[in-house]
C-alpha cells in the first residue's frame, strides 16, 4: 500500500524548534511510496484540485470574496517554476493568477516593498501563486545588502501583519519553501548549461547566490523563525525528488481548499421552471438524444407519474 501516512500540512509545517539544518532534502516526509506511486497519486489529486478550483471560482461568481495565494520560496532551480506549471497547470487557467517577483522595477522601488505584493494578489475565486514574493526582502535583501541598517525584525512584524490582514480579507495564504541541497542545485544547473533549451533558464548571478548559500539558509532559517505562525505557518517542501515537491504541495493545496468547505453556489433561478421552458423546446421523442442528466431526470419523473397513475 502506498499513499500518505500523514498530511502534508502535519509533517511538513515550520513549528517551534525547527531545524533548517537538520532538513533532509531528498526524503519524502508523510508519504509511503516511490516515484511510480506518487505519480500515480498526483493524477487523482489533480482531478480533484480541479473541482475544487472551479468551485472557488464558481462561490466568487456569486458574491464570494475568498481567495488563495500560494507564496513559493526556494533557491534558484528548486522548481518553484514547475510548481506553476505542473501544479496549477491541471486547473482551468482562467481561475489561476501567476506571479513572478524579480528585482524590483524602477516603480516598484518608489514604493513600499509590500506594494507591489498586495496588488497581485488574486482577486475573489482565484487561486494566486507568487513564484517568490515579498520575503525576497528578508532573504536577498539581507544576504546582498540591498538595504540600509538591519530592518528585518521590523519587516518580519510587517509581514505577519500583511499576511493577518490578507487573510482577514478572505485569501487563505498558503507558504511552500522548497529547499533543495546544494549537490542538486548543482545538478540541476550543469543541466541547464548542457542543454540549449534550457540556456534561458541559466542566469550567470544563480552561480553568485549559491556562493553565499550558508547565509542564505541563515536568513531563512530566521524567516521560518520569525513568520511562521500558528495561524499562517511555513511549509518546508524537501525539493530534491520533484516528483514528492509537486505531490506535497498539491495535496497541500487540495487539503487547505477541503478545509474551506465549499460547495456549489444554489442556482439563482427556479430550476423546474427553467426546465419546463426548456423542455418546450426540446423536439418531442427525443428520447436518447436528450442530454443524460435531462434523460436520468425525466424517465425517473415518468416512472413516477405511472406508478401515480396506477393508484
Ligand atoms: P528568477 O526567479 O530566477 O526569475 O530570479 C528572480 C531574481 O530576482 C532572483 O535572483 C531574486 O533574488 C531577485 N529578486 C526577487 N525579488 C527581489 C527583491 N525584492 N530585491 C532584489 N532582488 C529580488
Ligand atoms: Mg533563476
Redesign the pocket.
Known amino acids: 500500500m502506498s499513499g500518505w501516512l500523514a498530511r502534508p500540512s502535519g509533517v511538513l509545517r515550520v513549528g517551534e524548534d525547527f531545524d533548517l539544518g537538520a532538513l533532509d532534502a531528498r526524503s519524502t516526509p508523510g508519504f509511503g511510496g516511490d516515484r511510480a506511486a506518487g505519480e500515480a497519486a498526483m493524477a487523482t489529486l489533480g482531478a480533484r484540485l480541479a473541482v475544487l478550483q472551479e468551485m472557488l471560482f464558481a462561490e466568487a461568481r456569486s458574491g464570494s470574496d475568498r481567495a488563495l495565494v500560494l507564496v513559493l520560496q526556494g533557491m534558484?532551480t528548486s522548481g518553484?517554476?514547475g510548481i506553476s506549471r505542473h501544479v496549477l497547470g491541471m486547473v482551468d487557467p482562467q481561475g489561476v493568477q501567476v506571479r513572478?517577483?524579480?528585482?524590483?522595477t524602477a516603480e516598484?522601488r518608489r514604493h513600499h516593498?509590500l506594494w507591489r505584493v498586495r496588488r497581485s494578489l488574486p482577486r475573489p475565486g482565484h487561486i494566486g501563486v507568487f513564484?517568490?514574493?515579498?520575503y525576497?526582502?528578508v532573504?536577498?535583501?539581507r544576504v546582498?545588502g540591498?538595504v540600509d541598517g538591519a530592518p528585518w525584525t521590523r519587516r518580519y512584524a510587517e509581514i505577519n501583519r500583511f499576511e493577518r490582514q490578507t487573510k482577514e480579507s478572505g485569501i487563505t495564504v498558503v507558504k511552500c519553501a522548497l529547499m533543495i541541497s546544494p549537490d542538486e542545485q548543482l545538478a540541476r544547473l550543469a543541466n541547464r548549461l548542457r542543454r540549449p533549451d534550457r540556456f534561458w533558464?541559466y542566469?550567470p548571478?544563480?552561480l553568485d547566490?549559491r556562493a553565499k548559500w550558508d547565509d542564505y539558509m541563515d536568513a531563512y532559517q530566521d524567516v521560518f523563525d520569525h513568520t511562521s505562525t500558528p495561524s499562517i505557518p511555513w511549509h518546508v517542501v524537501p525539493a530534491d525528488r520533484k516528483w514528492y515537491a509537486r505531490l506535497a504541495v498539491t495535496q497541500l493545496l487540495v487539503d487547505t481548499l477541503e478545509d474551506m468547505n465549499l460547495g456549489w453556489p444554489p442556482a439563482t433561478f427556479d430550476v423546474a421552471a427553467e426546465r419546463a421552458r426548456l423542455g418546450a423546446l426540446l423536439p418531442a421523442q427525443q428520447g436518447d438524444d436528450a442530454p443524460p442528466e435531462t434523460r436520468g431526470k425525466s424517465a425517473k419523473t415518468s416512472k413516477k407519474a405511472k406508478a401515480k397513475k396506477k393508484r
Open positions: 534558484d518553484k517554476g513572478s517577483f524579480g528585482p524590483p516598484e516593498y513564484d517568490r514574493s515579498h525576497e526582502d532573504l536577498v535583501a546582498e540591498l533558464k542566469d548571478s544563480d547566490a
